[in-house]
Nanobody, 126 residues
Framework: QVQLVESGGGLVQPGGSLRLSCVFS????????MGWFRQAPGLEREFVAS????????YYADSVKGRFTISRDNAVNAIYLQMNTLKPEDTAVYYC???????????????????WGQGTQVSVSS
């Protein structure tokens, strides 16, 4: 059974940076497309970024493009989300997700992912 464990969340001032990590276990990591989603209080969960298996093509929400970077390390079965120039509106619980056979047009779709982590809180406030 695939398990995902996120870490790296916390409280940061506006303009600051955080790096989230997600460790994958229980499957063949390199076969999975991986993604980050987030959910702010009172709002639906939304797509943040994803990285395809094998070639590692990346995709971003417009709201984070140029500020966030997703990466993966197949040697240690992990993905990362480097978040720079954080804004108060980035405050949310961030979730790691994994899915197999996700086509490019579906990488931003929550239902395309089969496995989810428990989430890590990111709070951006002065």
């Amino acid at each position: 059974q695939v398990q995902l464990v996120e870490s790296g969340g916390g409280l940061v001032q506006p303009g600051g940076s955080l790096r989230l990590s997600c460790v994958f276990s229980g499957g063949t990591f390199r076969s999975y497309t991986m993604g980050w989603f987030r959910q702010a209080p009172g709002l639906e969960r939304e797509f943040v970024a994803s990285i395809k298996r094998y070639g590692g093509a990346t995709y971003y929400a417009d709201s984070v493009k140029g500020r966030f970077t997703i990466s993966r390390d197949n040697a240690v079965n992990a993905i990362y989300l480097q978040m720079n120039t954080l804004k108060p509106e980035d405050t949310a619980v961030y979730y790691c997700a994994a899915g197999m056979g996700i086509i490019t047009s579906s990488v931003r779709t929550e239902s395309a992912y089969d496995y989810w982590g428990q989430g890590t809180q990111v709070s951006v406030s002065s």
